[in-house]
C-alpha cells in the first residue's frame, strides 16, 4: 500500500468512526416500547458498521500503517439525544446518502486490488444498511379494510 492510498484509508476510517451512525450506536433513542424491532435492527446496523470501519483499521495494521487519530463526534450530533427514532432514522439517511457518494467517488481512484476489495466490501456494507435504514423509515403499509359482516 501507497502513501496516498493509506491516507485515502486513514481519512475512510476517521470519517466512518465519527459518522452519525457510529454516534447513535452511543445515544438512546426514544421508542415507545424498549424492545421496539427497529431500535434492535437499528443497534445491528450500528454494530456491523462499526465492525466493517474495524475491517478498514485492520488493513492499515497489516501493512504497517498507522491507524488515524480519531477525535471525537460534532457537537451537533449531541443534539440528537434522546429524540424519537423515527426522526433520527431520516437523519441517518439524510447522512449516509452523501457519504456513500463520496466513498463511491474514493474508490474509484484505489488502484491496489487488495485495497479496493475491501472498500468495496466496506461500500457493499454501507448500501445495505441504508436500505434497510429507508425500509425502517418508511410508512407501515396500511391495512386492507375488512369486508363487513353479512
Known sequence: M??????????IVRRESLSLLSYVGDAFPWTAKLADPALALLRQIVAEHNRAVSTLGRLLARHRMAPPSIGSYPSSFTAINFLALNYILARLIDSERPSLIVLEAETAGVTD???????????????????????????????APTPAAS
Open 2 to 11: 501507497d502513501l496516498p492510498t493509506a491516507k485515502l484509508v486513514q481519512g
Open 113 to 143: 486490488p487488495e485495497v479496493r476489495a475491501v472498500i468495496e466490501q466496506f461500500l457493499n456494507v454501507k448500501r445495505g444498511h441504508l436500505a434497510r435504514l429507508q425500509a425502517l423509515a418508511a410508512p407501515p403499509p396500511a391495512s
